[in-house]
C-alpha cells in the first residue's frame, strides 16, 4: 500500500508492506503514482532488468527510485509491475512498462529527483515502513 | 512527519530580524537570523523552516549567521530561502544541498516598449502562440536540439554559445549574473547521464512553478530607478523562471552520492543527509565546484533560449522585429548557486562560499558586478510573486552587504503545500477564476495550475515590505500578471 503525502513545496512518497521486496515494489508504484495522474493507464508491455548493488536499505531505495527516475527521463519509460528482490548486498528486479504514449498517459508532476531528506525505511510491527521527500 | 510547528526560540534583534540563538541546538556554530514581520512569522513558524535554519548553523566554516529571507519554507536539507557563508580557510565546505537539485534556476526580464494598450486586445492570441510555441510540462523537448559535445560546450561556453548561432545577441550577455559564464567550470566532469538529460531540455520551461508570464507595470515606487532600468507605468514586460533542467538536477544528484561518505571521511556531524558537504578544499569539494559552475551555466543558456522564443512568439504576434519591439534583457538573476564572493566580515575582507538556495544576489550601487548600465543605481533584483497578484523589480542595497552577504528574498514562498493547494482546488476552475481576475492562464497539467494557484502563495507585497524596509533591497516597480504560461 502506498499514498502520497504533503510536504510544502515538493511531494513525499510513503509506503509500507509486509516485507522488504514489496516495500520496494510499492515505493516504485508510489512513485509512478507522483509522475502520472492514472498509474492504470501504464501498460506492461515490455521487461527490463535492474541490479543494484548496496548494503544500507536506505541508501538501496534511493538508487532505485532514481534508476527508475532516470529511465524515465532518459527514455521516455513508464513502469507498471515490479518483481524486486532485495538481498543484503542490493537487488535485482524485473520490471515491465512501456514508453510515455501522450495520448495516453497525462503527466502530473515533474519530479527532479528523490532527495535524502527524511529517508526512511524502518521495520514496524506488521512489517515496513518507507518514506522518501521527492523534488518537485 | 515533522511537519509539526517550530516551537523553538526567535527572538527579536534588529529591523525585521529574528534571532535563533547558537545555544538552541548543540552543533551550531553561529546563530541563524531570520528576516520577517510579525505576520510573516506566525506562518514561518507552522513548520520547521526555523528548525532547518539551525541545522544549516552547524555546517564547518559557516560565517556570521545561518541567514533566511522573508520567504522562508520547509525545504529539504536547507530551507527554501536560506543563505550561509563558508570560509574555506577555516575549513568552510560546499552544500549542494545549499544550491538545490536545479542549479541556477532563476528569473529574467525581459522589457518590451509595448504598452497595455497595445497588447490587452491580442493578449488571448499572445498566450496562446507563447503556449503552443515555448515547450512547457514534464517530459517535453525542445525545438533545439544538442549533441553531448555540444551540451558540453553550452556549459563551457554559456549563452555566447546560442548568441553565436543568431539566438540573441551579445548585449544580452552585458545584463545576465556574471555575464552568463561563471569561470572554473569543467563540463568534462559532468557525468554522460546529465548531459543527457540536458541535451533536448535547453529551451524548456519544465514544471513546477517555472513559469513565463507577460506582466504590466502598475505601480512605480522609485522613478529614478525605474528610469534607468527603462521600466515605466503601464509597460509590458516578460518574466521567465526556470533553471538549468534535467542536467542540473542530474549535477546535484550525483554529487549527493559521491557526498554521501564524506562527513565521517572529514569527522563533522551533519543533522540531516540532505545537507551533505565536503571541505571546498578537498576531491569531492572542487569536483562538485566545477560540476555545478558548468550546469549554472546551461542555466544561463536555457533562459536565453526561453527569452529568445519569446521574442519571436511577439515579432510573430504583433509582426515587427523583437529589436523593434524593444525587447531587450533587463536582467537576468539566479537564485539557485553557490559563488565564490568577497565580503566584509569583522572589517576583515574575505572570500567566501555564499550559498543561496531561494535567494537572490541584491548588490549595491558602485559594486563592479553590477552591469555598467545600472552600477550608479545598484543591481536590478527580480521578484516573481504568484500568477495572480504581482511580481518586482527592486534594486540591491548596502544594507545586504552588511548583513545578508549581499543577498535578498527570491519570490513570495509557498504558504500551502501541493497536496493542500490541489485539494482546495478540487470543484474549481483556476483559469476561469484567473480570467475574471484579468489573466489568461495556460498550463500543460490540470495539477500545474491547482497546486500554483495564487492562494498556494504568500503574498509577496508582505515578503518584498520586509526587505524593503530591513534594507536588504529596495522598491522599485511592481508589475502585476496579464498572462502565464506553465508546466
Known amino acids: ?136 | 512527519m515533522s511537519k509539526a510547528a517550530y516551537t523553538g526560540p526567535l527572538e527579536l534583534i534588529g529591523c525585521d530580524c529574528y534571532r535563533i540563538p547558537k545555544t538552541y541546538k548543540p552543533g551550531m556554530r553561529v546563530d541563524g537570523h531570520i528576516y520577517a514581520n510579525e505576520k510573516l512569522l506566525e506562518a514561518i513558524r507552522q513548520d520547521q523552516a526555523p528548525e532547518q535554519v539551525a541545522n544549516v548553523a552547524m555546517l564547518p566554516g559557516i560565517q556570521v549567521a545561518s541567514i533566511a529571507m522573508p520567504d522562508i519554507h520547509w525545504g529539504y536539507g536547507f530551507c527554501i530561502g536560506g543563505v550561509c557563508a563558508t570560509d574555506p580557510d577555516e575549513g568552510g565546505v560546499i552544500s549542494p544541498g545549499g544550491v538545490g537539485y536545479d542549479i541556477n534556476c532563476g528569473v529574467r526580464l525581459v522589457r518590451t516598449n509595448l504598452f497595455l494598450n497595445d497588447v490587452q486586445p491580442r493578449l488571448k492570441e499572445l498566450i496562446k502562440q507563447l503556449f503552443y510555441t515555448i515547450p512547457s510540462g514534464v517530459g517535453r523537448t525542445g525545438k533545439y536540439k544538442f549533441d553531448p559535445a555540444e551540451t558540453r560546450r553550452l556549459m563551457g561556453e554559456g549563452p555566447k554559445f546560442v548568441i553565436e548561432r543568431g539566438l540573441g545577441v551579445l548585449r544580452d550577455l552585458d545584463h545576465t549574473e556574471a555575464h552568463g559564464f561563471i569561470e572554473g567550470c569543467d563540463p568534462q566532469l559532468v557525468s554522460d547521464h546529465a548531459v543527457k538529460r540536458g541535451s533536448e531540455q535547453c529551451g524548456t520551461l519544465g514544471s513546477g512553478n517555472h513559469f513565463l508570464e507577460v506582466q504590466v507595470v502598475d505601480s512605480i515606487y522609485d522613478e529614478g530607478v525605474a528610469k534607468v532600468f527603462g521600466l515605466e507605468l503601464n509597460q509590458v514586460c516578460v518574466m521567465i523562471h526556470s533553471g538549468s533542467r534535467g542536467l542540473g538536477y542530474q549535477v546535484c544528484d550525483d554529487a549527493l552520492a559521491s557526498f554521501r561518505n564524506c562527513a565521517q571521511k572529514y569527522g563533522f556531524h551533519l543533522p540531516d543527509r540532505q545537507l551533505a558537504c565536503a571541505p571546498v578544499d578537498s576531491p569531492e569539494g572542487r569536483k562538485y565546484i566545477a560540476q555545478m559552475r558548468a550546469a549554472a551555466n546551461f542555466g544561463f543558456c536555457n533562459r536565453q533560449l526561453l527569452m529568445q522564443q519569446a521574442r519571436e512568439v511577439f515579432a510573430a504576434v504583433f509582426g515587427r522585429s523583437w529589436e523593434d519591439l524593444g525587447m531587450e534583457l533587463l536582467y537576468d538573476v539566479a537564485h539557485n548557486i553557490a559563488k565564490l564572493e568577497e565580503h566584509t566580515i569583522n572589517g576583515k575582507k574575505k572570500k567566501v562560499w555564499v550559498h543561496r538556495k531561494g535567494a537572490t544576489r541584491a548588490f549595491p550601487a558602485g559594486h563592479p558586478e553590477v552591469p555598467e548600465a545600472y552600477r550608479a543605481v545598484g543591481q536590478p533584483v527580480i521578484i516573481p510573486g504568484d500568477m495572480g497578484r504581482a511580481s518586482w523589480i527592486l534594486v540591491g542595497s548596502h544594507g545586504a552587504m552588511a548583513k545578508t552577504f549581499g543577498t535578498t528574498c527570491h519570490g513570495a514562498g509557498r504558504a500551502m503545500s501541493r497536496t493542500a493547494a490541489k485539494a482546495d482546488a478540487a470543484g474549481r476552475k483556476i483559469d476561469r477564476e484567473l480570467e475574471h481576475r484579468g489573466v489568461i492562464a495556460m498550463a500543460s497539467s490540470r495539477f500545474g495550475l491547482a497546486e500554483e494557484q495564487p492562494k498556494a502563495y504568500k503574498n509577496v507585497d508582505d515578503v518584498v515590505e520586509v526587505v524593503h524596509d530591513a534594507d536588504l533591497s529596495r522598491r522599485v516597480a511592481r508589475m502585476r500578471p496579464l498572462g502565464v504560461i506553465k508546466g
Not at chain 1, 20 to 26: D, G, Q, V
Not at chain 1, 32 to 40: F, I, K, N, R, T
Open chain 1, 1 to 136: 500500500m502506498y499514498e502520497l503525502f504533503e510536504h510544502t513545496a515538493d511531494l513525499g512518497l510513503r509506503a509500507i508492506a509486509p516485507d522488504l521486496n514489496t516495500l520496494f515494489a510499492e515505493m516504485a508504484a508510489c512513485l509512478m503514482s507522483a509522475l502520472v495522474e492514472d498509474p492504470a493507464s501504464i501498460q506492461p508491455r515490455k521487461e527490463y532488468t535492474i541490479q543494484l548493488s548496496g548494503s544500507e536499505k536506505d541508501y538501496l531505495l534511493v538508487d532505485w527510485l532514481k534508476e527508475l527516475l532516470l529511465r524515465f527521463e532518459e527514455d521516455h519509460v513508464l513502469f507498471a509491475t515490479f518483481d524486486v528482490q532485495v538481498s543484503d548486498t542490493g537487488l535485482t528486479a524485473r520490471i515491465r512498462g512501456e514508453p510515455v504514449d501522450p495520448q495516453r498517459h497525462a503527466l502530473a508532476h515533474e519530479v527532479k529527483a528523490i532527495t535524502y531528506h527524511e529517508l526512511k525505511v524502518v521495520p514496524t510491527a506488521e512489517g515496513w515502513l518507507a518514506e522518501v521527500i521527492v523534488d518537485i
